[in-house]
């Protein structure tokens, strides 16, 4: 389980940006983020990611203080909380199934990345994962030739190959077609369910959020305004965010 407790990030010389965000999460939830530009949806996913450095407040995973922990632990914790960007980088050279066994930089060691070499015992989980996404038949194609939706499904069995029990993906749809994101959303929701992985994603645009996810933060000018469960929103609601 997930559990922050007034997380608030100040921008060294600038502006506060998170103020006294507290939440929890259960394993296999999906929560949608939602929030008008500027509220803070990516720098909530990447203080979550441990990408960015939290000003204060408190992060326990699994009944673990997360933020007290050192180098090795905080690394550790970056690979069961995979951050997935809206526009994922593959090895472009590299067939799907390659880049699904190598990892991303967050996920493993630079020599990895840098020679490709993998364990022959590896193989089998990652094919298993990318059939899970559904891309079985598109496992031998270069990343550079896959699509957009495509590539955030590869990202996805990346990150779960690796370790994640955690997705935080920053607007993992936007820029697909209607059926490419509705592949996405399904992927993620399936994993949720089957997998016990829980996804944080931040889904501003159209009605995706209220489709797919089991519970909507809203933020709005840094502040948790709105936590309900999926649903369609409230004219109410929808004015908070
Ligand atoms: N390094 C920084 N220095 C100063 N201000 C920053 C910095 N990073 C983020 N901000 C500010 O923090 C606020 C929240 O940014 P954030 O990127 O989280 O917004 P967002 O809700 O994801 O917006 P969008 O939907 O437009 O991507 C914005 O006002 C932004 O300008």
């Known amino acids: ?36 530009s500027g509220s803070g949806k990516s720098m909530l996913l990447k203080c979550l990611a441990l990408r960015e450095k939290w000003t204060s407040g408190t992060y326990m995973v699994d009944g673990v203080n997360i933020l007290e922990k050192g180098f090795a632990g905080k690394m550790k914790v970056r690979r069961e909380m995979a951050y997935l960007e809206e526009k994922p980088t593959l090895y472009p050279n590299r067939t799907a199934l390659k880049n699904v066994l190598i990892g991303s930089a967050y996920q493993t060691p630079i020599w ?25 038949d598109k496992a031998k194609q270069k990343g550079d030739k896959l699509s957009g939706g495509e590539k955030q499904r590869i990202a996805i ?16 749809v936007s820029g697909l077609d209607p059926h490419a994101a509705e592949q996405v959303l399904s992927d993620l929701k399936r994993m949720c369910k089957i997998q016990g992985i829980s996804v944080i994603a931040v889904m501003h645009q159209g009605d995706w959020a209220e489709r797919f996810a089991d519970r909507i933060l809203g933020l709005s000018g840094g502040e948790l305004v709105l936590d309900v469960k999926g649903r369609r929103l409230t004219e109410r609601e929808k004015q908070l965010i």
């Open 1 to 36: 389980m997930i559990r922050v407790s007034q997380l608030t990030k100040q921008i060294p010389g600038g502006p506060q940006v998170l103020s006294g965000i507290s939440f929890e999460i259960q394993p296999g939830e999906f929560v949608a983020v939602k929030g008008a």
């Open 157 to 172: 069995a990346r990150a779960l190959v690796h370790g994640a029990q955690t997705l935080l993906a920053d607007e993992p």
């Open 112 to 136: 990895r990345r840098v020679t490709g070499m993998v364990r022959n015992d590896d193989y089998m989980g990652a094919m298993d994962m990318i059939e899970k996404v559904g891309l079985l």
